[in-house]
């Protein structure tokens, strides 16, 4: 049994940052893991790459041969590894053993989450190879100010949920640039109807069936639950790594160390 995180979130959520952040406290508490970069746009890692889809193919080389923008060569690269999914994925996952853990560092174009069936065939693939995985859903706190943002990452989120049917942990990422702990809390773990009152209060009255069927949604999912992350403390990653192993089931018979690490305790 293998087991893997999945990391996705739109650009520039901190997916990159948060794998180097995850790589380097595992390294300091002598935990081995594996960071694979799946992005073939990305140009430089603070993480050892273990293994790399630029190997495969080259985003430059597609945009410059098919005369494609940025996004569709991301897209015509992704295809590219569906399609070698059972050949240079096989053999670059055969290297890792039973027990290895493997992080993916994805690419942040949303429709890959959404509703291109890549990623799905890419899960398909791993849980074919006998891999736990888990998706880890990155949400910037910068846009968590106000409720429609809110909605529309939560809205976001739950299109990965549906698409990829795997666990989900929620991570509400930067908040070392959260000043004021207020504007975020409420968005942590919400209740649908002060959400809903703050969105029929910001959308004209036209919408109030429309606010009321998006917030049962979203509760019915139950999926408003977001882990606030840290970088700048170590018990941050600690805490989130904790609930992801959770998850995967990952050293079920370790003891998980996560007590000195209040999830609600984010300004100190
Ligand atoms: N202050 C702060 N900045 C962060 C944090 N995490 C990431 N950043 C910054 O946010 C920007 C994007 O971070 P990345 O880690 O590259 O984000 P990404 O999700 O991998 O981006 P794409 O792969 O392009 O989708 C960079 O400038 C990072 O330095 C954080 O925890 N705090
Ligand atoms: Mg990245």
């Known amino acids: 049994m293998g087991y893997a995180q999945l990391v996705i979130g739109p650009a520039g959520s901190g997916k990159s940052t948060y794998c180097s952040s995850l790589f380097r406290h595992c390294e300091a ?4 893991i594996h960071v694979v970069n799946l992005d073939p746009a990305a140009e430089q890692f603070d993480y050892p790459v273990a ?25 015509y690269c992704m295809e590219e590894l569906e399609d070698n999914m059972d050949d240079w994925l096989t053999d670059e996952l055969d290297n890792y053993l039973d027990d290895d853990y493997l992080v993916f560092d994805c690419p942040g174009q949303i429709e ?3 509703h291109v069936p890549v990623l799905r065939n890419f ?22 100010t106000d409720v429609t943002k809110f909605i529309s990452g939560c809205m976001a989120s ?6 990829l049917e795997l666990p989900h942990v929620n991570i509400l990422s930067k908040m070392d640039l959260v000043t004021n702990k207020r504007d975020i809390e409420d968005f942590l773990n919400p209740q649908g109807q002060v ?23 979203v509760d019915q999912y139950s999926m408003v639950s977001f882990v606030p992350l840290d970088l700048r403390k170590e018990s941050s990653i600690r805490y989130i790594l904790s609930q992801i192993d959770n998850c995967i089931q990952y050293g079920e018979d370790a003891d998980v160390k996560v007590k000195d690490f209040d999830p609600e305790d984010i300004d100190d």
């Open 29 to 32: 508490v002598g935990r081995s």
């Open 51 to 75: 293994v790399d889809i630029r190997e495969l193919i080259c985003l430059d080389d597609v945009m410059e041969e098919l005369g494609l923008g940025p996004n569709g060569a991301l897209m």
């Open 123 to 144: 899960v398909e693939h791993l849980k074919s190879k006998n891999f736990n995985v888990c998706v880890v859903y990155l949400l910037d706190s910068q846009f968590i």
């Open 195 to 217: 959400l809903l009152s703050e969105l029929n209060q910001r959308m004209a009255p036209q919408f109030l069936k429309l606010n009321k069927a998006l917030i049962d949604l």
């Open 112 to 114: 890959l989450f959404s």
């Open 158 to 163: 739950l299109s990965a949920m549906i698409q």
